[in-house]
């Protein structure tokens, strides 16, 4: 089946530093992805933050960025300088393409947990 | 832009008790889901509907029951509530080839 692993637990940043959050994944059943950053922040509904459909492009929201590396496959959130309201649940999630016979199941990873300290 | 509802907001039921979870959405996607959501355990998919009247298992599926009783709506019923339990069941729904929305979630409590 289709996984995806992402930095567990909680990362902790003081504000102005960088961040990156790693994202790999596994889509045997898909083979080529489509790939989304979700957050959540406090006290609001998860909302998507950004997604790549292209390998090789990269995606962009609110000063994060991701990068589709169809190699690696990878694609981790990453970000120069964090604010203490970045502070927020990030889940990284694959889905397939639409096609006929598609999976209609987006696999999300178990979320990690962003605290930004001033 | 469109938006999913979900009913109630807080739920609070007994050991053994059937309790159903509404949701609507005015998208007009064909998709639906129910996720229930863990701290430490990310969203693990119930179960999801493809169109109306048709429905398709998840990974935790049991102890859940769901209906798609028209496009716009999707229900989800825990069939008999686990004493201790504490978990928020989120409502999704979506188009081939684009992102999943979400609703806000209803926060369930069993005493």
């Known amino acids: 089946g289709d996984s995806v692993t992402q930095t567990e637990g909680q990362v902790t940043v003081s504000e102005s530093k960088s961040l990156i959050i790693n994202c790999t994944y596994s889509?045997?059943?898909?083979?080529?992805?489509?790939l989304f950053w979700y957050v959540r922040y406090p006290g609001e509904g998860l909302q998507l933050l950004l997604k790549?459909?292209?390998?090789?492009q990269k995606g962009s929201s609110r000063g994060f960025e991701a990068t589709y590396n169809k190699e690696a496959t990878s694609f981790h959130l990453q970000k120069a300088s964090v604010q203490e309201s970045d502070s927020a649940v990030y889940y990284c999630?694959?889905?397939?393409?639409?096609?006929?016979?598609?999976?209609?199941?987006?696999?999300f990873g178990k979320g990690t947990s962003l605290v930004v300290h001033p | 832009g469109g938006i999913i509802t979900q009913t109630p907001k807080f739920l609070i039921g007994q050991e053994g008790q059937k309790l159903t979870l509404k949701c609507q959405q005015n998208f007009n996607h064909d998709t639906m889901y129910w996720y229930r959501q863990d701290s430490g355990k990310g969203l693990r998919l119930i179960y999801y509907?493809?169109?109306?009247?048709?429905?398709q298992k998840g990974d935790l599926s049991e102890g859940y029951d769901a209906s798609r009783e028209k496009k716009s709506s999707f229900s989800l019923t825990v069939t008999s509530a686990q004493k201790n339990e504490m978990a928020v069941f989120l409502c999704a729904s979506r188009e081939a080839n684009t992102e999943v929305f979400f609703g806000k979630g209803t926060r369930l409590t069993v005493v």
């Open positions: 889509a045997t059943s898909i083979g080529y992805p489509n």
């Open positions: 790549v459909i292209t390998a090789g």
């Open positions: 999630a694959l889905s397939d393409r639409g096609t006929s016979g598609g999976n209609y199941k987006p696999t």
């Open positions: 509907s493809i169109t109306e009247n048709d429905l």
